[in-house]
């Protein structure tokens, strides 16, 4: 059971980066998969969620209305998009996975990729 986060990058504030999180091993359409951040010196964060099954979806307040995340089945992929990126976006992304309803506490989550690292220059 894998997960690879990727598509991070340095882009300029108002720019856009679309992050991307392999699953394998397991199906994605049966775990909920959650995105979370950690900027330097400050503690993790959950930013998005799409839920296993129906497929609903949170966002933090932070990112409501730029960030949109999405679940591809036949690739067994969750993807990130995020769009009008701020400075204080800045952080490294975490992909996770959980057999649990929406939620952002990490301990709900069983399985985490490695992180992809999102710069935005101000």
């Known amino acids: 059971v894998q997960l690879q986060a990727s598509g991070g990058g340095f882009v300029q504030a108002g720019g856009s980066l679309r992050l991307s999180c392999q699953l394998s091993?397991?199906?994605?359409?049966?775990?909920?998969i959650g995105w979370f951040r950690q900027a330097p010196g400050k503690e993790r964060e959950g930013v998005s969620c799409?839920?296993?099954?129906?497929?609903?979806?949170y966002y933090t307040d932070s990112v409501k209305g730029r960030f949109t995340i999405s679940r591809d089945s036949a690739k067994n992929t969750v993807y990130l998009q995020m769009n009008s990126l701020k400075a204080e976006d800045t952080a490294v992304y975490y992909c996770?996975?959980?057999?649990?309803?929406?939620?952002?506490?990490?301990?709900?989550?069983?399985?985490w990729g490695q992180g992809t690292l999102v710069t935005v220059s101000s």
């Open positions: 996770a996975a959980g057999v649990t309803e929406t939620t952002m506490k990490e301990e709900r989550y069983d399985f």
């Open positions: 091993g397991f199906v994605v359409h049966f775990y909920t």
């Open positions: 799409i839920e296993r099954g129906i497929g609903q979806t």
